[in-house]
């Protein structure tokens, strides 16, 4: 059964202006998902930041089943390197290549949270991933698992955490960022043993 993406919050947090463009500059493009899929904000390399950055949208009109209001809503991001090169399209299908992994990846974890009533926080870990269990992501790579982070100290400050009001019902609410990490098997045992801040 398909899942319909769909946040209320969207205006505010992708829009010109918003809270995305404010810290990562303006969306190279926005690939929308057919049938109210999860879209994906694509943010390129600037001279302050040396990267791209993914964002999903739609995962925050969910909420997750946690007592806290302030954790009840996510969004998942993250990130390539400059010299990375983005694939032309995302969510039809095909083979996971390193062109393609990390899009795919947070894609099919919003959908994992709806489908599963699932909760993800800051400095959860993922064991395994949706493509290949607990074998590698695709073949030729060594990244297996995942962890979440609040990215922080990457994109800045205040950044992973958005408050305002909803549209519809007029509630106060939060919206959290949450980056999904990729992790070698062995540094996922690690975080597992010694924690994701000893990582």
């Not at 997750?64 to 694939?87: G, S, V």
């Not at 290549?97 to 926080?121: G, K, P, Q, S």
């Not at 400050?157 to 958005?162: A, I, P």
């Amino acid at each position: 059964e398909r899942v319909m993406f769909h946040s209320p919050f969207e205006q505010a947090l992708g829009a010109p202006g918003g809270h995305l463009e404010q810290f990562l500059g303006k969306s190279d493009r926005v690939f929308s998902s057919p049938l109210l899929g999860c879209h994906l904000y694509y943010y390129p390399p600037t001279e302050d930041r040396d990267y791209w950055s993914f964002v999903t949208m739609g995962l925050s009109g969910f909420d997750m089943n946690i007592d806290d209001p302030a954790l009840q809503r996510c969004e998942l991001m993250c990130f390539m390197p400059r010299n990375w090169t983005p694939p032309l399209t995302v969510g039809v299908g095909g083979d996971i290549t390193d062109r393609n992994y990390m899009l795919e990846w947070i894609r099919e974890l919003a959908t994992y949270i709806v489908r599963a009533d699932a909760v993800f926080r800051h400095n959860d870990g993922l064991a395994g991933n949706p493509f290949g269990g607990m074998d590698t992501i695709f073949e030729g790579s060594l990244l297996q698992s995942a962890m979440l982070r609040r990215p922080d100290e990457l994109v800045g400050e205040g950044f992973s955490s958005w408050s305002g009001v909803d549209p519809y019902t007029e509630e106060e609410c939060t919206v959290n960022f949450y980056a999904v990490v990729p992790l070698t098997e062995a540094e996922y045992d690690f975080r597992k043993a010694h924690s994701s801040e000893a990582l």
